[in-house]
T-cell receptor, first 111, second 113 residues
Framework: KQEVTQIPAALSVPEGENLVLNCSFT??????LQWFRQDPGKGLTSLLL?????REQTSGRLNASLDKSSGRSTLYIAASQPGDSATYLC??????????FGTGTRLQVFP | KAGVTQTPRYLIKTRGQQVTLSCSPI?????VSWYQQTPGQGLQFLFE???????NKGNFPGRFSGRQFSNSRSEMNVSTLELGDSALYLC????????????FGPGTRLTVT
C-alpha cells in the first residue's frame, strides 16, 4: 500500500532558526514529490516539485531533497520567519494520476 | 495567468440534500482532480478527469460523482448529503496529470447540518 508519513506533526521554533521537515513514502516508484503549504481554511500553495530523476530543488529560502532509495524527502527552511507559519504537506505522485498526501507538519514560528 | 477558481467558496446544506461544486482550471490545463479534506482523514483523492473522461477514482461511495466539460471546467456532485460529508473540497489542475505539477484552488467549504 502506498503511504506517505510526515514527521513531526507539529513544530514550534523561534524566528531565525533553520529547520527541516521530513516526509517518508513506502513505495519508491514515485513520479514526483511535491511540497505544499496550507494556511488555515485555505487551499494549497505549491512550493516545490521534485521529479523522480532529480535530487533536489530550491526556491528562495526553501530547499527540498529527494532520496528514492530510502523513501524520504526533506524540506529545509532557512532563516524562518513568522510568515512561514502554516501547515506543510508533502504529496507523492505515482502512475495513477492522483497525489497521496502526508498528514502534514503544523509549523509555528514565533517572534 | 489566472489560478484555479472554485465556486461557491462556502455552502451550508441539510442532510439528504444534494450539492454541486464547480472548478475552473488554469487556462491550458486539461486535467482536473478533486480532493476531500477533513481533520480526521486528511486529504483524500476523489477522482480525476482528463479531456472529459474520468481516468481515476478514489474510494468514495457512488453518491460522489463528477464530470468535465469540453472547456476543462469540472463539477462534482454529492447526492443525499450526510453529516460526514462536511469538509473542504479542493480541486487541482495540471497540464495532463501524471507527473505534472498540481495547482490547487482555494476550496469549497461544505457544512452539512
Amino acid at each position: 500500500k502506498q503511504e506517505v508519513t510526515q514527521i513531526p506533526a507539529a513544530l514550534s521554533v523561534p524566528e531565525g532558526e533553520n529547520l527541516v521537515l521530513n516526509c517518508s513514502f513506502t513505495d519508491s516508484a514515485i513520479y514526483n514529490l511535491q511540497w505544499f503549504r496550507q494556511d488555515p481554511g485555505k487551499g494549497l500553495t505549491s512550493l516545490l516539485l521534485i521529479q523522480s530523476s532529480q535530487r533536489e530543488q530550491t526556491s528562495g529560502r526553501l530547499n527540498a531533497s529527494l532520496d528514492k532509495s530510502s523513501g524520504r524527502s526533506t524540506l529545509y527552511i532557512a532563516a524562518s520567519q513568522p510568515g512561514d507559519s502554516a501547515t506543510y504537506l508533502c504529496a507523492a505522485s505515482y502512475n495513477t494520476d492522483k497525489l497521496i498526501f502526508g498528514t502534514g507538519t503544523r509549523l509555528q514560528v514565533f517572534p | 495567468k489566472a489560478g484555479v477558481t472554485q465556486t461557491p467558496r462556502y455552502l451550508i446544506k441539510t442532510r439528504g440534500q444534494q450539492v454541486t461544486l464547480s472548478c475552473s482550471p488554469i487556462s491550458g490545463h486539461r486535467s482536473v482532480s478533486w480532493y476531500q479534506q477533513t481533520p480526521g482523514q486528511g486529504l483524500q483523492f476523489l477522482f480525476e478527469y482528463f479531456s472529459e473522461t474520468q481516468r481515476n477514482k478514489g474510494n468514495f461511495p457512488g453518491r460522489f460523482s463528477g464530470r468535465q466539460f469540453s472547456n476543462s471546467r469540472s463539477e462534482m456532485n454529492v447526492s443525499t448529503l450526510e453529516l460526514g460529508d462536511s469538509a473542504l473540497y479542493l480541486c487541482a489542475s495540471s497540464l495532463a496529470g501524471g507527473a505534472d505539477e498540481q495547482y490547487f484552488g482555494p476550496g469549497t467549504r461544505l457544512t452539512v447540518t
